[in-house]
């Protein structure tokens, strides 16, 4: 077993610091910036918040396809993530700048720059996620790499969720449009300058020769042609959930038919009739652990997304108090690093699949409870709600160590592997998911009235902003529990696998 050395697994974890200035931390903030200093309406901004993450969905896939065929010196990953940071850094700060332009122009605006900076994001961390996959070939050092890396991302969100709302006000000094841009190009510099650490101190060691009848550029036009398959699903999951009426749901109904159509279609063709893009798609259909975690990394971050996506307008307008916002992201990002970290000695006790039941469940609970707590008590919204999110905190540290152990089942069942795909797919589900969250939280201020540019429409959507800290994220966290009941990968077949791979592994290079 190959034991990582604990300066790698913080350069590492160093990355995801960086990646969550935007993620955890700056896209907290988004929502609550478009609609009360931007001045998009919520409506228009939760279409936003769909279209852009669904778009960018389909873009995770290209990457890691993309990614799986880098070759060069310093390995498939790292490289990607130097190259993209400096553009990943700017376009943060566009994103929280206000030009002066009419309704239409900002709504235009808005859209090219949350596109520029999710595509970024993308060639940047659908690397990084598949990194960690070719980093060891252990699956519990992959487990503590993963703890390790939660950790460097809630560090990184504590940063900008924390303190966000302070150096907005110290650098606009009452004019927040210029607080939020000059903050960004702190957290920009502090980004790039993370992303540089990380190249330089990981290395990849898992390195396989995975067949290839296609070049990049035919495998990417195969792709294109099964867009379709993809974007349908997508638009129609969309339309249903924003518009919600009977046509929607008519359309909704006739492409999932025609999707299980396609794909038993595809199940019955012959191997050796399949495109290298048409085998990644039948491996991953076929593999039972990865479909099951591609519904929990939906659910999850439903769950997450929604409790943190009203988290400024809550103490803003439901607690009275905006100054709050921040201090509550620190206790909670406080909270989540303890919880990422007791997550690998937990897994080992407990094991994976029976954690991830125990954590959804528990954090469930206690977030439901914060709909009992009276709306003046601080110290119960912040008691009950950092109870919730040490165990919430454990759900993505979980999340990406088992997307390795469906990486490494997918190789053990079909002698093929392709690490950058089944990542990037994990990255998709959870962008999708935090789409849908982002969307959910403004189409139900939006269903109860609200209006950011207008405060006399604040205390009827009060009663929204309470059950979106509560019953709304909290029904995702039990549906998850329930999901996870039927994960295949147990601790004893994990180990099996593992030591598989290693035998044949060891067989090819003697």
Partial sequence: MHKLAIGEKLGYAVGDAAANLVWRGALAYLAVF????????????????????????????????????????????RPWILWSAPALGLLMVLCFTTPNFSDTGKLIYAYITYIGLTLAYTINNVPYSALMGVITPCDTERTSLSSYRLAGAFAGGLL???????????????????GYQLTMYVFAALLIALMVITFATTKERVSLATERKLSLGRELTDLLKNLPFIILPLLAATLFFYYRGIYSGIFFFCVLIGMWLVVKKLLAIPAERLTGTQRDMVDLLTNKPWLIMLGMGFITMMYNGIKYGVIAYYFKYYMGDELLTGKYFVALLVVSILGALATSPLATRLGKQRLFIIALTISGLFTVALYWVPQGSVAGIFIIGCMSEFFAAMLPTLFFTMLGDSA??????????????????????????????????????????????????????????????????????FAGAGLMIFYPLNTQLVKTVTADLTARRLSVTQ
């Fill in 160 to 178: 900008v969720m924390g303190f966000l709302p302070d150096l907005v006000a110290y650098f606009g000094q009452g004019d927040d449009a210029q």
């Fill in 34 to 77: 478009y609609t009360d200093t931007y001045g998009i309406s919520a409506a228009a901004a939760a279409m936003l918040f769909l279209v852009v993450r669904l778009s960018d969905g389909v873009t995770d896939i290209i990457m890691g396809m993309i990614a799986d065929r880098t070759e060069t010196r310093w390995g498939k990953f």
């Fill in 408 to 477: 490494d089942y997918s190789e053990w069942k079909n002698h093929r592997r392709a690490t950058g795909l089944i990542y990037s797919a994990g990255t998709f589900v959870q962008k999708t998911g935090g789409g849908f969250a982002g969307a959910l939280v403004l189409v139900i201020l939006a269903n109860y009235g609200y209006n950011g540019m207008d405060l006399t429409t604040v205390s009827a959507a009060l009663p929204g902003m309470q059950i979106l800290m509560s019953w709304v994220p909290a029904a995702f966290a």
